[in-house]
């Protein structure tokens, strides 16, 4: 709990900046002693410094403590399908900067990612603060032995030399994980699953992908590939179907991509649709099914039938207490919760809760701000608020 508190005890001096010791332990909960030994270790770090004494309301008046806004800041990455989000934060992971481009806007992913990373670099310096740790979230698995990140069709890699390239490219210390991975330690951090052991951040968007935390600690898997749905047979109708330009088959199926798919077949096959051939995407396909179209709502309804199946494997398999659905097209569910709750429950025991994302398109970003700050700190996260998650990608830094 010293180090959950340690996190508390920053982020409480950066809101009340400059604040007081005795302040921050009756807001806090927290012992004088406890917190003087966490001012004293944050000072250490270089994160917070003296301001002096406060104004005195009779007695002697308060030192105060601030927050070192220019001891350094962090760069997080989502590389995601279609679009590549960088942020700039400080080591308390306040967002101080933000850019977002398409993810091939530059040629290729690999150069859309350094184009981004030094637009942020650039903000630092004018900031005139040191740059101290980068982080990555990309739509594959990673190989931490090799450096690759392999399986990801949605950015053209598939056993991409990730770490050469980066080392070759910055010079500070990086970290490269899942970009699921990096949305569950969000939601362990400031999300939904915030204090929860169990959980499951289910990722529907450009592609379908799973992040697993069982006892507040994320499976990795054996090839560290654990929680990558996309692959998983639904029928066994779908055995022995090839794994196609990277993608699974329930991935083929359950994913942006995979409803328009549908919609473009049964449009095709005839008439009955409010939905044009040549303008179909996830986006109109929900809309046409909020708006009564019989077409879409049957392409809704095997989306659901899908997720259902996915949902209770994993749960019947991990037991997780909460499942978060993540990505562009798990967040636009919200309307149809009832329904894929209603396909579950009966399948299962003790169903689990299911919520949707309460962070938007940002998890992904945010969870790569988490990393990046535990790798500039080099300490291991705390438990209660990043889900004693070990590093799953590849660390490394030039030279």
Known sequence: MLEVNEFLVLDYVREHDPTSRTDIARELGLSAASVGRIVGRLRQDGLVTDAGPGRSIGGRPRALVSYRRDAGTVIAVDLGGTRCHAALADLAGTVLAEDVRPTHSAGDAFSTLLAAINVMRREAEHREVPVVALAVGVPGILDPQRGLARDAPHVGWDDFPVVDRLSGAVEIPFVVDNDVNLAALAHAWRGDGRLVDHFVT??????????????????????????????????????????????????????????????????????????????????????????????????????????????????????????????????????????????????????????????????????AIAAALELARRRTAPAAVLGAFAMTGVAGHAG
Do not use: C, K, M
């Not at 569910?333 to 299962?348: K, N, T």
């Open 202 to 367: 289910l990722s529907v968007g450009t592609g379908t992908g799973a992040a697993i935390v069982s006892d507040g600690r994320l499976l990795q898997g054996h090839n560290n590939g654990a929680g990558e749905v996309g692959y998983l047979i639904a029928g066994p109708e779908l055995l022995g179907r090839p794994i196609t330009n990277g993608l699974g088959a329930f991935e083929s199926f359950a994913s942006g991509p995979g409803i328009a798919a549908r919609a473009r077949e049964l449009v095709a096959d005839g008439p009955g649709s409010s939905l044009a051939l040549a303008d179909i995407t996830p986006e109109a396909v929900l809309a046409a099914s909020a708006a009564g179209d019989p077409l879409a709502r049957q392409v809704v309804d095997e989306l659901l039938d899908h997720l259902a199946v996915a949902v209770v494997a994993l749960a019947s398999t991990v037991d997780p207490e909460l499942i978060i659905l993540e990505g562009g097209l798990g967040r636009s569910l919200g309307p149809y919760l009832e329904r894929l709750v209603a396909r579950i429950a009966p399948s299962l025991p003790s169903p689990p809760r299911i919520v949707i994302s309460s962070l938007g398109s940002d998890a992904t970003v945010i969870g």
